[in-house]
């Protein structure tokens, strides 16, 4: 009983109503020995069939494209419009995220390297002052090397005010660097959409598919396809409640050194 | 001390080109998978390796793995850097022979932490 309910499933009730016309009219053929009668009927039957699986594989193509179409992102200027427009597929889309945010990586670490040695010499300075200072503080200090360091410390503050204008610009240039984040956000939240609607529409795929299998009693041998941990599987998502998983460079450590490490 | 430093992407290798400066370490090359580094590493004399895992062409760990099958580079000191966190993988790049392995995303003193302790058991 059970089992003819699961057939039911996925067939238009048009077609479920046909079947039954059919078969008791089939049934009555074979009874009244028609056999030419029952033999075209259950050519009907096949066809009846078969349409309903062309029905169900054009509805199934008519959402993924659906999909497909829907797959649209705003953008916030005419430029990014221009890109996003060029952009027809979900791989264009996330190599434009891939793109964007190793822009965005190699902007900031420009930033940052210029920073740097700024930041260097401008503490390789403070410091030789203030050992200077506490020499004058503790009167070590003679006229001579007094006025020399009255000197350093003015252009200490000049050059400290110039230096500082420039960290002060990096920094908010390395926060502006950071917008590609809503962009990319974006993108990748309509690709994510796009890839659950076809997965759901592929599910709906498979269980026809299944279902045409129980018709036409087809089996498959699927070869179980494992990925390769030689070759790399890249991050892993919920590491802290998997087992198989370390769940950070503590983790890392324990393990080795339980290995003798 | 020359190390060459081996990932696919290009942002990676500065960054840890930029901490291994920080370090004291400013003579490094760059490679983005196992195929490039190979022939670097037969040819180039370097001290020190540190590579990703997974990256396309060949993989860290086969670089791993082809390095330890070396003559003249079995002894190079290797260290991982790689976003692998499979304790298996773990595992298996130990007993390849790998001499640190710093998970991802990873900081400063890590790096430092692990690379030191690298030199103190060689020297």
Same mark, same amino acid.
């Given at each position: 009983m059970s089992d003819s309910k699961h057939n039911q499933r996925g067939l238009d009730p048009e077609v479920t109503e046909k079947l039954e016309q059919q078969t008791s009219e089939l049934a009555k053929s074979v009874e009244t020995g028609d056999y030419a009668q029952a033999m075209s009927i259950i050519n009907d039957l096949s066809e009846v069939r078969d349409q309903s699986l062309y029905r169900e594989v054009g509805r199934l193509t008519r959402s993924l494209h659906e999909a497909i179409r829907n797959f649209q992102i705003d953008p916030r200027n005419a430029e990014q419009k221009e890109a996003l427009s060029k952009m027809s597929d979900a791989s264009d889309r996330l190599n434009y995220v891939v793109e964007m945010t190793n822009q965005a990586a190699n902007r900031t670490m420009d930033l940052v390297e210029e920073s740097m040695p700024l930041a260097h010499t401008m503490r390789d300075e403070a410091i030789e002052l203030r050992d200077e200072w506490q020499r004058l503080r503790r009167r070590e200090m003679a006229p001579a090397e007094f006025r020399e360091l009255y000197g350093r410390i003015d252009k200490f503050f000049v050059s400290l005010t110039a230096d500082s204008d420039v960290l002060y610009r990096s920094l908010s240039e390395i926060l502006l660097a950071q917008d590609f984040q809503d962009l990319t956000g974006q993108v990748i939240q309509k690709v994510t959409g796009l890839v659950k609607e076809v997965e759901e529409n592929l599910l709906s795929l498979v269980v026809m598919a299944s279902h045409v299998d129980q018709l036409t009693g087809t089996v498959h041998e699927i070869e179980e396809k494992e990925e390769s941990a030689e070759k790399g599987l890249g991050p892993q998502m919920k590491a802290n409640e998997r +087992? +198989?998983?370390?769940?950070g460079q503590d983790d890392v450590d324990d393990l080795l050194s339980s290995l003798g490490f | 001390m020359k190390i060459l430093i081996v990932d696919d992407f290009s942002t990676m290798r500065r960054i840890i080109k930029n901490l291994l400066r920080d370090l004291g370490f400013t003579n490094t090359d760059e490679a983005d998978d196992g195929n490039t580094a190979l022939p670097m590493l037969k040819s180039g004399k370097y001290d020190f390796l540190v590579t990703d895992w997974n990256m396309p062409g060949m993989s860290g760990f086969d670089l791993l793995k082809a390095v330890r099958a070396?003559?003249?580079?079995?002894d190079l000191p290797i260290l991982m850097v790689t976003a692998e966190a499979k304790r298996d993988q773990i595992i298996a790049a130990a007993q390849a022979g790998v001499n640190g392995y710093v998970v991802k995303p990873f900081t400063a003193a890590t790096l430092k932490e692990k690379i030191e302790k690298i030199f103190e058991r060689i020297h």
């Open positions: +087992d +198989d998983v370390v769940s | 070396d003559e003249q580079l079995k």
